[in-house]
Nanobody, 126 residues
């Protein structure tokens, strides 16, 4: 399984971006996919996740109400719509996939991830 993330860039505070993660290879519907991010000097942190089978979602508290995760199972692709971006959202965003948390999406944030994509940089200027 390979995950290809795209959509990062530079945006002003209050702006929006949409990240895309396309999966290739043998990825099953009973899979959870999502995003983590790593800001400079900080550890990687959970952002959002979605169950490809159930469509259930989970978000970090810091992004609730501003970010929306969605999926297109036919394309094996997930999206992260990021609105009202803040400078503290600046980070490298990593796409991830996991086979153990599709049924209970809240597990995704703390499970051992099966697959990681390359990062895409999001920079929010103040």
């Amino acid at each position: 399984v390979q995950l290809q993330a795209s959509g990062g860039g530079l945006v002003q505070a209050g702006g929006s971006l949409r990240l895309t993660c396309a999966a290739s290879g043998r990825i099953l519907s009973r899979t959870a996919m999502g995003w983590f991010r790593q800001a400079p000097g900080k550890e990687r942190a959970f952002v959002a996740a979605i169950s490809l089978e159930l469509g259930t979602t989970d978000y970090a508290d810091s992004v609730k109400g501003r970010f929306t995760i969605s999926r297109d199972n036919a394309k094996k692709t997930i999206y992260l719509e990021m609105n009202n971006l803040k400078p503290e959202d600046t980070a490298v965003y990593y796409c991830a996939a996991d086979s153990a948390s599709w049924f209970r999406i809240q597990v995704f944030s703390r499970t051992t991830i099966d697959y990681w994509g390359q990062g895409t940089l999001v920079t929010v200027s103040s």
